[in-house]
């Protein structure tokens, strides 16, 4: 089972990017995916779930500016950041669970990918 994210990068404060992350090996049995972040010194916190039938879940720090997508065809989770804050600066992680309901809870995920990082400047 593997997890690979990718699309992170330097951007200026307003600026936008997408995230996505590879899924494969275990594809078929994926519940629930989710995206993470971690800043240096602060706890991982969930940003945005979907579940299996495309239902998307959002923390209230990033709704309204984070938009998560699915494409179980092609095995890839995508996040649109648009409206970047220098706050958003994290590692973004990809998580996955088999089981179909969706979870806040970081150790609920048995399944993750190595992160890419975002970093805002202002």
């Known amino acids: 089972e593997q997890l690979v994210e990718s699309g992170g990068g330097s951007v200026q404060a307003g600026g936008s990017l997408r995230l996505s992350c590879a899924a494969s090996g275990f594809t078929e049995r994926i519940g629930c995916m989710g995206w993470f972040r971690q800043a240096p010194g602060r706890e991982r916190e969930g940003v945005a779930t979907?579940?299996?039938?495309?239902?998307?879940g959002y923390a209230d720090s990033v709704k309204g500016r984070f938009t998560i997508s699915r494409d179980n065809a092609n095995d890839t989770l995508y996040l649109k950041i648009n409206s970047l804050k220098p706050e958003d600066t994290a590692m973004h992680y990809c998580a996955a669970r088999l089981f179909s309901a969706c979870s806040w809870v970081v150790g609920n995920f048995p399944f993750w990918g190595r992160g890419t990082q975002v970093t805002v400047s202002s």
């Open positions: 979907v579940d299996r039938i495309m239902r998307p």
